[in-house]
């Protein structure tokens, strides 16, 4: 079965500082792979994803991710921690398992940002 | 941007009321999902529908029901709410995997 691990349910990192939040997932075929965001009292938002060709991902917010099929993880990175990135942050895959297009989620890492 | 709405947005009510939850989108979307989401973070898939007249069970047990009448509603109904109901359920739909989501309903149930 396919799963997906959020290695690290809290991440603190200082203001300015690198934020690396680690996914890996299992899966039988090459997955697409996703990354939200949620902010306090809000639904969650796409930051990137990754479906075909490049494996380095650019998304919203300075935030990248880099597919590593040999390593089968999807880590997101950020240069530079801003006050504003503090939020819950999930991985999804996609179970590609029938015709039912629906995401396998891992159970999400809460970043802090100290000042 | 996606539009995707969810009212209440915040609701408490007492034991053994019915409620509805509403969710509703205007991209056509096919797909849509409702999911229970724990204090802890951790998202549940508790509902899903593929398009008009069709929907499906999540992975986690729910006592909640779903319709979808039309392809741009999609409504959650708790026939007797409990206090076990109290969490935070998210709506989302789809076109193909990428999935779009509302801003939440925060449920209390006393």
């Known amino acids: 079965a396919q799963s997906v691990t959020q290695l690290g349910s809290h991440v603190s990192v200082s203001e300015g500082a690198l934020v690396l939040l680690r996914c890996n997932y299992s899966s039988s075929v090459p997955p697409y792979l996703f990354w939200y965001v949620q902010y306090p009292n809000q639904g969650l938002q796409l930051l990137l994803k990754y479906t075909t060709g490049a494996t380095l991902v650019k998304g919203i917010n300075g935030f990248e991710a880099e597919f590593k099929k040999s390593e089968t993880s999807f880590h997101l990175t950020k240069p530079s921690a801003h006050m504003s990135d503090a939020a819950e942050y999930f991985c999804?895959?996609?179970?590609?398992?029938?015709?039912?297009?629906?995401?396998?989620w891992g159970l999400g890492t809460s970043l802090a940002v100290n000042p | 941007e996606a539009d995707i709405y969810q009212t209440p947005r915040y609701l408490v009510i007492g034991t053994g009321k019915k409620i509805t939850l509403e969710c509703s989108q205007t991209m056509g979307h096919d797909k849509m999902y409702w999911y229970q989401q724990d204090p802890g973070m951790e998202l549940h898939l508790i509902h899903y529908s593929y398009g008009v007249n069709s929907t499906e069970k999540g992975d986690l047990s729910s006592e909640s029901t779903v319709s979808r009448i039309r392809t741009e509603h999609f409504p959650l109904t708790l026939e007797s709410a409990r206090p076990s109901h109290t969490s935070q359920y998210l709506c989302?739909?789809?076109?193909?995997?990428?999935?779009?989501f509302g801003p939440g309903t925060r449920l209390t149930v006393t």
């Open positions: 999804a895959v996609s179970d590609r398992t029938g015709n039912n297009r629906k995401l396998i």
């Open positions: 989302a739909s789809s076109v193909g995997y990428e999935q779009y």
